[in-house]
């Protein structure tokens, strides 16, 4: 993601990643702003309230993506293992 920067009346450059309001982060995400705001109340996803504005970065958004990537990941892993129930009733069934 670009950096955006700024300079201080010292001379000193600061850059830092660009800030995403609710509704824009909510429409990367394709999810509705309330739904964003309430994983952001919970804790769940990275953001910070200024001037009574929820504001998120992409990074974060793209770090709570990751991670629900990977808890489906595992559930489907665990959803399609077959159960030792049914290894045992296979080895059963080929005595």
């Known amino acids: 993601m670009p950096q955006a920067g700024f300079q201080t009346s010292s001379g000193r450059t ?3 990643e660009p800030l995403l309001d609710c509704i824009e982060a909510a429409e990367l995400l394709r999810m509705h702003p309330e739904s964003l705001k309430r994983l952001a ?3 769940r996803i990275a ?3 200024m001037g009574g504005v ?3 970065r992409a990074s974060a958004l793209n770090a709570y993506m990751q991670e629900m990537t990977e808890k489906t ?3 489907i892993a665990q959803t ?3 159960s030792e129930t ?3 009733g296979v080895r059963n069934w080929r005595k």
Do not use: D, L, Q, V
């Open 14 to 16: 600061y850059e830092f």
């Open 41 to 43: 109340r919970a804790g």
């Open 47 to 49: 953001a910070a309230k």
């Open 54 to 56: 929820w504001r998120f």
């Open 73 to 75: 990941r595992s559930g």
């Open 80 to 82: 399609m293992a077959p």
């Open 86 to 88: 049914a290894i045992c």
